[in-house]
């Protein structure tokens, strides 16, 4: 795993080792300035460069990064786009060293033909504010160029926080960012401006708190588990998380899940589902669906067993019994994939909500009726807004992880669409510790947390934009609760094995011939690679 920092968590990074280690904040800049310089020649080998540089420090390493390609003999030109009154110190001094040293500053409508490099200083992480005028103007220049551009820290006009776009922003063919990543560059729409993205140690010092399995290999540590930044998945993440396996185990040591899926007509979503739980290791599943459904399960997943949801679920009937008996069989339950919405759903959920007393995961329309039917929640829980200070408990009696796609975050949140998308890991990290539930905020850039510790998926591809491909998520968690993992550990590896499914199904299938059926036909490739 990496941390990802946003821009406060890395300034105070900066601050401290400043004030704690007395590193100049001069050596810090001329370390990153030769960072930026060192990946120009690598990467580009230019002869002519312009560096657009800001009033800000990211402005001074702009500065002091030219004045370094000029020490090699390369042409280095600067484009000053800011103004003096708000220079920072450090700004004023690489700008006057450079100037001391034969640089020439042009004008701010000079044109930027001539060059066989762009390199970007003009905003750093710290840009919160819409980018308009002259410095649009600049920055939509740039882009209709054909000269390949390297960003300084971040591209100028993408968020350090969330990625988002601040009215324009760079293309960057690479980004040269220091010490840490940040979390700008991993969520979308920012990831894509950074093209190619290298991270240089520059000596910064860390102050930030961390999460249990970056201390292990950091050396640091903070208490402050609330405030913790987040972190990527990793490959090599998967060998720690998942369950382990004994030479005398059966098929009762290895977890029974039950998966509760499939209205009338929608038994794929249930096959889905158990396909992928089976190929996750699971020893045991019971799919309990609708039973029109019968023959499409057991044909296409005889390993499974098969149970008809019961029409009849009221107190002493023989439905409610028939439930009860699969709910103490289970290890874990699954439930929400092609559901419905419809009164018999409602009641199936209602019955397991209120009867059940594990782990599960909820899904699709799961979380459909839950978003609907608020009564279903815990009374301190039906706040419409999403709140950072309610208290964190268990989800009725389930230990429960949810998997929403945003539209449903929506729904459960009664927040705008926009606002899901914008800044998904606050959405999720706020609406977990309301519920007390491990969320799982799907899309690109998958968002797990539970409500402390959280991290983001960075694997897969788009060739898993396709229909059912949450099914087979929901059966992988589902597996993984089975076999004993805890609900954020079991939702890591959950998303972690289903994103290197889907890579290694892109590999062989290209991402446009990808459906979700692959998943589960790839996810022994992912498992045998696996060594504990």
Known sequence: MKVLLNSSEMKSCDVSTMMQYGIPSEVLMERAALAVRDAAVKHFHPENVLVLCGSGNNGGDGFAAARLLMDLGIRADVLFLGTHARMTKQCQLEEDIFQRCGGQVLPDDASLSGYDLIIDALFGIGLSREILGRYADLINA?????????SVDMPSGVSADNGQILGTAIHADLTVTFQ???????????????????????????????????????GCSNPDRENAPAYTLEENDLSALLPRRHADDHKGDCGKLLIISGNTGMAGAAILAARSALRSGVGMVCVLSHPD????????????????????????????????????????AAVGPGLGTDASSLSILTAFLRNYRGSAVLDADALNLLAEHQKLLSPERLSDSV??????????????????????????????????????????????????????????RTVVTDGADTMLNTLGNEGMATAGSGDSLTGIIGSLLAQGLEPFDAA?????????????????????????????????????????
């Open 387 to 444: 709140s950072d200070t309610a208290p964190g408990t268990d989800f009725c009696d389930v230990s429960a992880v949810i998997t929403p796609h945003p539209g449903e975050m929506s729904r459960l949140t009664h927040s705008p669409m926009n606002e899901i998308l914008t800044d998904p890991v606050h959405v999720a990290r706020s609406y977990s510790r309301k519920t007390g539930m491990t969320v799982v905020l799907k899309g690109a």
């Open 142 to 150: 740039v882009n209709r160029s054909d000269t390949p551009v390297l």
């Open 180 to 218: 840490f990543e940040k979390l700008g560059q991993k969520l979308f729409p920012g990831a894509e401006r950074c093209g190619k993205l290298i991270t240089c140690d520059v000596g910064i010092r860390n102050s930030v708190p961390f999460h249990a399995g970056f201390q292990a290999v950091s």
């Open 293 to 332: 459904n019968r023959l499409a399960v057991q044909t296409a997943v005889p390993e499974a067993l098969f149970a008809p949801w019961p029409a009849d679920l009221s107190p002493d009937s023989d439905g409610r019994k028939l439930l009860a008996r699969w709910l103490l069989w289970c290890d874990a």
């Open 492 to 532: 890591q590896a959950g998303v972690l094995l289903h994103a290197m499914a889907g890579d290694k199904a892109a590999e062989a299938l290209g991402t446009r011939s990808m459906k979700a059926g692959d998943l589960a036909d790839f996810l022994p490739e992912v498992l045998k690679g696996i060594r504990f």
